[in-house]
C-alpha cells in the first residue's frame, strides 16, 4: 500500500502562485507514476500533470502548460506541483495519485491510478 497527503493548497488572486506537494509514504519503491487532477464544483475530475517517477518525464495538460510544473524529490518521496500564473478557473481541489505501473499514454485517465490523497483546495480569485 501507498499512502498520500497533499498540502500547499489556499488562496491567492489571480495572476498569483502556489506550490503543492504529495508526501508518499508505505511501499513507495512501488511507484512509477504520479500525477496531478484537480476537481471543480460539478465537473468531472481532470488531469493537471503527471511524472514518471523513476526518470522524471513529464507530461501537462495543454490547459496548464507554460503555467504549471510538476516536480519530484525521490529522496523525500515528495511529488511537487508549482501554479504559475494562477486563474479563477483553475480553482478546484487538487488531487494527487500514484500508479505502480509505467503508464506512458494512459497516464492522463484517472482509473489508471491506484492510490489518491484526500485533497487540497485551491482558490483563486479575479
Known amino acids: 500500500q501507498v499512502q498520500l497527503q497533499e498540502s500547499g493548497g489556499g488562496s491567492v488572486q489571480a495572476g498569483g502562485s502556489l506550490r503543492l506537494s504529495c508526501a508518499a509514504s508505505?511501499?513507495?519503491?512501488?511507484?512509477?507514476?504520479m500525477g496531478w487532477f484537480r476537481q471543480a464544483p460539478g465537473k468531472e475530475r481532470e488531469f493537471v500533470a503527471a511524472i514518471n517517477w523513476k526518470i522524471s518525464t513529464t507530461y501537462h495538460a495543454d490547459s496548464v502548460k507554460g503555467r504549471f510544473s510538476v516536480s519530484r524529490d525521490k529522496s523525500k518521496n515528495t511529488l511537487y506541483l508549482q501554479t504559475n500564473s494562477l486563474k479563477p478557473e483553475d480553482t478546484a481541489i487538487y488531487y494527487c495519485a500514484a500508479s505502480q505501473t509505467p503508464l506512458g499514454t494512459l497516464w492522463i485517465r484517472a482509473e489508471s491510478y491506484e492510490y489518491w490523497g484526500q485533497g487540497t483546495q485551491v482558490t483563486v480569485s479575479s
Open positions: 508505505g511501499r513507495t519503491f512501488t511507484i512509477n507514476t
